[in-house]
């Protein structure tokens, strides 16, 4: 029998030895852990003191609920003393007009600079005493004030002569969820879709409201509920009345919901021989049905479509183009307000070109004829959420029309859910990329937050790794790309660093020795995968279908640019994609400086090599290695950087849960499997190439070639069904 004296040596233990109160994750980034500083909490809990928060909307509601739990659960406070009498208190929170004047006034140039999302956190002094407030033009403002005022405390901030004056540079900050109607995800890793559509609308769960609440604690403020490979269904009578109990949930978090637009779907589900967007009675169809979805939702944000991609309809199977399609979505829209979001993800069969060229080549003579509400939505990079690519050539080619970047924050290329990969490391890399469009460091980022062409309309999406997983994510460190995502959508020049350090602040410990360690960690974690899935700018070389693990033997399938072999060309002189004007041209997508330093093998940065060169294997690499060896070690390097996480890890034990340190620990020792895995499978493979020997230094494979291409994964998660 457990004892008395037991359970409190336990919560002694909890309490005392800096181990976060959260121990399964669910609570994500926002455990709320008791501060143990003393000197800190006396700080915190002097302006906490006594708050004065008018206003009862939904939004101040959540706000002030969530204020409450964060300072009981920090400050280890019973009850919060608030206050009506405004010029008495330690903190206060409200709107403008909800401040005295003074405070008004002191602020005003910053109520401008804030606009409809901001806020302002700052210490000012009244009556000679400091006080803290916190404050917006909106509602939606001074929630996302209150966050990142319990953000900056469970991070230890110092709040004394604080001045946070902060806002969006990107409008839209959305999740696309891959979610299908049957509540399996593609490319899903963590579970089955959150959405159960079978006991909406009538049955709330918890979770939609956890969902809205993570979301808007980092600012994502729209979120697509179903598969960019669409089912029409969500756009009957029975589907949207689930969607608006869901639209309901997410209202006061300031999220809109979108949905997917299959472009058939006149002919689904609307009786029509025909969805061709120049027929007139398939753009009445299409008026209507806008009409429909707003009167149930008058906040609704729009279409993601993705068209004429991958077997999905579109208007090219009427001899219309993508602007036809677009923009007869738009007009529907337009009234309401809504937006239409069109994907950029094109490549064809019957394109003989460089799938790597395609997208450029369709989208941008299109530049100047989309609506104004109608953003392109681009992946990172031309292929398809490699571990590294080359920014996508339309990022600053596309001057007069809104594009809006796509990331993948689910790991369909990154070792599912199983390896730790932190994903702002990437995404930083893209968002900083200079374009040289314009004037020198005309970056991704100036881009996507319209401010390098004058975009009004701006967003930033990314594919959700969200599930009904306890933990949401699968992997507990997943959860920091689903934070970072939501970060960097708020502000595209964060550093990665700087990420990395919040987070862990946030969910683990703000304990030195944890924090230095373990951010070093996260950075690097990003490169360690390409090192050993992808290294030297190989790409798509991802067993089929499921994309779990090796497979670039594969070359049998129908269309040329699924198999491995057409990306890595690999050959008894040498490998590598010749993207360079002797090869495929793509580089001349790119601005002219560009193609100078991309086209010569010599110049291009070495990450990119292969992606754009096919190389003899004895060529120099800039350390002196050929390129065999080069390849090699990359593969060895990246096995060894698995094994010092595992280290790393293993003396975080005082910083972390016993349950998450046990769960994490098992999920590095799968990645460090998975990694030699591809480091052996790759090798053999090149090696029937190359026909040398692995240098000093690399591990002799575990199995042989033969093995490793028998290998079958019926259980691989998130498989395309029409693909198997
Ligand atoms: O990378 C590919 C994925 C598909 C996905 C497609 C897309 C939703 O393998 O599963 O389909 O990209 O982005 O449309």
């Not at 990437?426 to 469009?437: G, I, K, N, P």
């Not at 593969?635 to 349950?659: N, R």
């Amino acid at each position: 029998m457990i004892q008395l004296k037991h359970v409190l040596v336990l919560v002694f233990l909890c309490v005392f030895s800096g181990i976060s109160q959260s121990t399964n994750g669910y609570e994500l980034w926002m455990p709320y852990s008791n501060i143990e500083d003393s000197s800190l909490t006396k700080k915190y809990r002097d302006y906490s003191k006594s708050i004065y928060f008018p206003g009862s909307t939904e939004t101040l509601m959540i706000a002030k609920n969530e204020l409450h739990t964060g300072l009981r659960k920090m400050l280890g406070l019973a009850s919060i003393p608030t206050n009506s009498n405004r010029l008495e208190n330690t903190m206060i929170i409200g709107t403008k007009e909800n401040l005295n004047s003074d405070i008004q006034q002191s602020l005003s140039k910053a109520y401008v600079e804030i606009g409809n999302e901001g806020f302002i956190i700052k210490t000012v002094s009244i009556k000679s005493k400091t006080v803290l407030v916190v404050t917006a033009n909106t509602d939606i403002g001074i929630l996302y004030g209150v966050y990142r005022l319990l953000n900056l405390m469970q991070q230890h901030k110092n709040l004394h002569n604080i001045n946070a004056v902060d806002t969006p540079k990107i409008k839209l900050r959305m999740l696309n969820h891959w979610d299908n109607l049957d509540r399996t995800v593609e490319r899903g890793y963590a579970g089955f879709s959150l959405w159960n559509w079978q006991k909406l609308p009538e049955f709330i769960d918890q979770r939609y409201i956890d969902y809205a609440r993570a979301n808007a604690s980092v600012g994502i403020n729209a979120v697509s509920l179903t598969n960019v490979n669409a089912n029409a269904l969500i756009l009957t009578p029975m589907y949207l009345e689930k969607v608006e109990a869901l639209a309901r949930v997410f209202r006061p978090y300031g999220i809109k919901i979108y949905l997917t637009a299959r472009f058939s779907a006149p002919i689904e589900i609307g009786n029509l021989e025909t969805a061709d967007p120049l027929d007139p009675k398939v753009q009445q169809w299409w008026v209507h049905k806008a009409d429909e979805i707003y009167k149930l939702i008058p906040d609704f944000g729009g279409f993601l479509v993705k068209a004429n991609s991958e077997g999905q309809p579109g208007p090219q199977n009427y001899g219309r183009n993508h602007v036809d399609g677009a923009n007869m979505l738009a007009k529907a829209l337009l009234p309401h307000k809504g937006n239409v979001i069109w994907r950029a993800f094109v490549y064809s069969e019957h394109d003989a070109d460089d799938r790597a060229k395609q997208a450029y080549s369709e989208f941008v003579p299109y530049d100047g004829k989309f609506m104004e509400n109608v953003l392109v939505q681009t992946k990172n990079g031309a292929i398809d959420f490699q571990p590294r690519e080359p920014f996508h050539p339309m990022f600053g080619a596309m001057p007069k029309t809104p594009l809006m970047m796509e990331f993948q924050i689910t790991q369909e290329y990154l070792g599912f859910s199983t390896h730790l990969v932190f994903l702002p490391k990437l995404f930083e890399e893209v968002l900083d990329a200079d374009t040289f469009r314009k004037e020198e460091n005309s970056t991704v980022a100036k881009v996507i937050d319209g401010s390098l062409h004058n975009q009004k309309l701006t967003g930033m999406a990314g594919v959700a790794n969200i599930g009904t997983d306890l933990n949401w994510t699968g992997h507990p460190f997943a959860q920091a790309n689903w934070y970072g995502f939501g970060r960097l959508a708020w502000d595209p020049y964060l550093s990665s660093e700087t990420i990395a350090d919040e987070w862990l602040r946030m969910t683990f410990s703000n304990d030195e020795s944890f924090l230095e360690p373990m951010t070093r960690m996260l950075i690097k974690s990003r490169e360690t995968v390409v090192n050993y899935m992808n290294p030297l700018g190989l790409h798509h070389i991802f067993d089929t279908g499921h994309h779990y693990g090796p497979g670039p033997w594969v070359s049998e399938l129908s269309r040329p640019e699924w198999n491995p072999t057409y990306y890595h060309k690999a050959d008894s002189q040498g490998i590598g994609f010749d993207r360079t004007p002797s090869g495929s041209n793509a580089t001349e997508q790119y601005a002219k400086p560009l193609q100078e330093l991309w086209n010569d093998p010599q110049t291009i940065p070495e990450e990119y090599l292969l992606w754009f060169h096919h190389l003899p294997w004895d060529y120099k690499l800039k350390n002196g290695a050929t390129l065999w060896d080069g390849i090699a070690l990359k593969y060895q390097q990246g096995v060894d950087e698995v094994a010092g996480m595992i280290t790393t890890w293993s003396i975080m034990k005082p910083f972390v849960s016993k349950e998450q340190h046990e769960e994490v620990t098992m999920l590095l020792e799968i990645q460090l499997k998975e990694a030699k895995w591809w480091r052996d499978a790759c090798l053999l493979y090149f090696q029937t190439f190359s026909k040398k020997d692995v240098p000093d230094g690399v591990s002799k494979p575990l199995y042989s070639l033969e093995y490793y291409k028998s290998l079958k994964f019926p259980f691989a998660p998130g498989i395309r069904p029409q693909w198997d």
